[in-house]
């Protein structure tokens, strides 16, 4: 990935925790606001949108930032809590905008327990494109901005990574299992920092997405993953083998939150031999080019 960008700021508008003290909305969801300075001019990706869009409008006016400046909406994977709010989001900007997702973004995605019940996507396609949504659905790797990646399909190769369990349905009509991948990931190439890796939930798994991530760029190391690892309920035993994976594939930083997990906090805390950080509604972070 020869070309990178100048600068990139990552600001929290939704996470399950707010942060002591804070006048901002959480909620159980994810949605960061990407702000890239590429060659001269600044582009805007809203990463996810979070279960409701009402919280996002109102903390992104309390942290100074205007969603009418939205270049484009990355959804990283179908569920609810990652795209719940597109349609109000897409109401109070007012404007076309390309919404960049893979192409299984309206396909049924079912949980049987405690009751059977869809947690995909709430909206359908004609609605959202009525409000000025511009789909760009593809399963492959695709350049939004020079500098910046979505992995797409995330090939999955660590056999302790498996995803949640859900279910589909195939053509003829059956229940599957799901396997989730649809989750996409954003790769952004900071010039001589290195690649920072946003992340919705993981399902793909994240040690998969890094050596996916590096595979795509021809990078050796990540600088930094922010988003959410989908630890919650994980097993100890996988926990250790995510923190020691993330290690050897020469992950620098961690910025993690929505669906990591208390557990998972704990061990990475006292084990990850880099720098973790537990994120928040309102967290922010820069990565500028030295």
Known sequence: ?????????????????????????????FSAFIEVAVKDSVKNILFDTGQYGKPIIFNSKKLGINLANIDYIVLS???????GGLLRILKHIRKKVYIVAHSLLFKPNLIKKPY?????MPFKKDVLEKYGAKF???????ELVEGVLITGEVPRRAEFEKPIET????????????????????????????????????????????????????????????GGLHLVDASEERIEKTIRGLYEENVKTVHAGHCTGFKAHIMFSRNYKGTYNIIYTGYTTVFTRK
Request: aromatic share 4%; proline share 2%; charged share 25%.
């Open 1 to 29: 990935m020869k070309d990178g960008v100048d600068s990139v700021k990552i600001t929290i508008l939704a996470d399950d925790y707010a942060g002591y003290g804070s006048n901002l909305i959480g909620q159980h969801g």
């Open 77 to 83: 994977h179908r569920h609810y809590d990652h795209t």
């Open 116 to 120: 059977l019940r869809d947690a995909g």
């Open 136 to 142: 760009v659905l593809t399963k492959d790797p695709l």
């Open 167 to 226: 279910f589909t349905l195939d053509d003829s009509g059956k229940l599957v299992p799901d396997m989730l991948m649809d989750d996409i990931s954003l790769i952004i190439n900071v010039k001589n920092e290195g690649l920072v890796l946003v992340t919705g939930c993981s399902h793909a798994g994240i040690v998969n997405i890094v050596k996916y991530a590096k595979e795509l760029t021809k990078e050796t190391s990540i600088n930094a993953i922010i």
